[in-house]
Structure formats: structure tokens, C-alpha cells
Nanobody, 125 residues
Framework: QVQLVESGGGLVQAGGSLRVSCAASGRTFSMYSMGWFRQAPGKERELVAAIRWSGGSAYYTDSVKGRFTISTDNALHTVHLQMNSLKPEDTALYYC??????????????????WGQGTQVTVSS
């Protein structure tokens, strides 16, 4: 089993910045990919960003390219999502997820095995 615990959400004004973090524990050797998803009220959950522990190009959904940065601290088994120039439409519950190696990049939604409880990000206008 893998446990994921998110932190760092909160309330920020539009144009501001937040960093959310996800600490992984347990069978961390079984994880290959880490991702941040978000779900806003009435909307489907979407993959925002993804990264492999081994490095390589990260994935970003189009709406956050140039504003969000995903990174890992391999020694601490932690993944961060730095969010800059936040917009009200970024308001959502942000979830950390972990998954195995897949040929597809990013992994398909069904490939993600483990999920955190989520951390709320609210951007006021």
C-alpha cells in the first residue's frame, strides 16, 4: 500500500501563488508516476500535471501551462505543485495520485492506483 498526504492548499487572490505538496509513504518503490488532479464542483476530475520519479518531461494540461510547475523531492518521496498566476477557475479540490509505469504518457485515468484525501484551493476574484 501507498499512503499519500497532501498539504498546502488555501485561499488566495487571483494572480497569487500557492504550493501544494504530497508526501508519499509505504510501498513507494511500486510508484513510477505522480500526478496532481483537481475537481471543481459539478465538473469531472481532471489531470493537471504529472511527473515520473525517474525524471523526463512533465505533463501539464493546457490551461495551466506556463503557470504551474510540478516537481519531486525523491529523497523525501514528496511531490510539489507550484501554482502561480492563479485564476478563479483554478478553484478546486486538488488530489495527489500515484501510479505504476505505463507505456502511455501521461497514464490514462484508470491507471492511477493511489489517491490522497485532497486539499482545497480557492482563488478569489
Amino acid at each position: 500500500q501507498v499512503q499519500l498526504v497532501e498539504s498546502g492548499g488555501g485561499l488566495v487572490q487571483a494572480g497569487g501563488s500557492l504550493r501544494v505538496s504530497c508526501a508519499a509513504s509505504g510501498r513507494t518503490f511500486s510508484m513510477y508516476s505522480m500526478g496532481w488532479f483537481r475537481q471543481a464542483p459539478g465538473k469531472e476530475r481532471e489531470l493537471v500535471a504529472a511527473i515520473r520519479w525517474s525524471g523526463g518531461s512533465a505533463y501539464y494540461t493546457d490551461s495551466v501551462k506556463g503557470r504551474f510547475t510540478i516537481s519531486t523531492d525523491n529523497a523525501l518521496h514528496t511531490v510539489h505543485l507550484q501554482m502561480n498566476s492563479l485564476k478563479p477557475e483554478d478553484t478546486a479540490l486538488y488530489y495527489c495520485s500515484a501510479g505504476p509505469y505505463t507505456n502511455d504518457w501521461p497514464p490514462s485515468p484508470s491507471a492511477w492506483d493511489y489517491w490522497g484525501q485532497g486539499t482545497q484551493v480557492t482563488v478569489s476574484s
